[in-house]
């Protein structure tokens, strides 16, 4: 079992759609989560970090953490053509020695 | 205020050679994290330090080092070159709390011939 997984995708919405991308994790002592952005040739961008159960919302983007579940997921609202990235989760841990485990990422079209 | 540098942006090395690779962090933050980022996956997690001393370490072989200097910049060096070590290097810093943020350099593009 990976640490980070999510659906490698692509994902793809029309524009103005809910896009909605999900990440479980295995560490259960994780404390935090990001969610960040990268386009291609780029390095990744923060989006969103929430480090409690429940919703966090920022303009257009809504991040949901269940710990219980080990479940993070980003909704990303009226999606638009520059949403079109690869969007990475990352877990940090300091189970052992810290740590900061990225999902492969979700590729995330959004058609015009 | 700057971001994160990295340096170089590209490099070119053969097979057996060493690469040094150079980051600074935004100004106030004392923790430096390194990955390595091949096509179509995740970062993946190399180093972390934090005021000059090693916080974390991934799974990576001992030609992978790395160092902090006082003033929070970093160096990552990569000994004995393996093709399999083409990759894009990310620098990432923080202010140095385990759950804090990190923000992202550019990146070194290396391609080992």
């Known amino acids: 079992q990976k640490e980070v997984e999510q659906n490698s995708g692509p994902l793809s919405v029309p524009e103005g759609a809910i896009a909605s991308l999900n990440c479980t994790y295995s560490?259960?002592?994780?404390?935090?989560f990001f969610w960040y952005r990268q386009y291609s040739g780029k390095s990744p961008e923060l989006i969103m970090s929430?480090?409690?159960?429940g919703d966090k919302e920022d303009g257009r983007f809504t991040a949901q953490l269940n710990k219980a579940s080990q479940y993070v997921s980003l909704l990303i609202r009226d999606s638009q053509p520059s949403d079109s990235a690869t969007y990475l989760c990352?877990?940090?841990?300091?189970?052992?020695?810290?740590?900061?485990?990225f999902g492969a990422g979700t590729r995330l079209f959004v058609k015009a | 205020d700057a971001g994160v540098t990295q340096s170089p942006t590209h490099l070119i090395k053969t097979r057996g050679q060493h690469v040094t690779l150079r980051c600074s962090p935004i100004?106030?933050?004392?923790?430096v994290s390194w990955y390595q980022q091949v096509l179509g996956q995740g970062p993946q997690f190399i180093f972390q330090?934090?005021?000059?001393?090693?916080?974390g370490r991934g799974n990576f072989p001992d030609r992978f080092s790395a160092r902090q200097f006082p003033n929070y910049s970093s160096e990552l060096n990569v000994n004995a070159l393996l093709l399999g070590d083409s990759a894009l290097y990310l620098c990432?810093?923080?202010?140095?709390?385990?759950?804090?943020?990190?923000?992202f350099g550019p990146g070194t593009r290396l391609t080992v011939l």
């Open positions: 560490d259960r002592g994780s404390q935090s």
């Open positions: 100004s106030g933050h004392k923790s």
């Open positions: 990432a810093t923080s202010s140095g709390i385990p759950t804090d943020t990190q923000y």
């Open positions: 929430i480090y409690s159960n």
């Open positions: 330090y934090y005021e000059k001393e090693e916080r």
């Open positions: 990352a877990v940090n841990s300091d189970t052992g020695g810290f740590k900061t485990i």
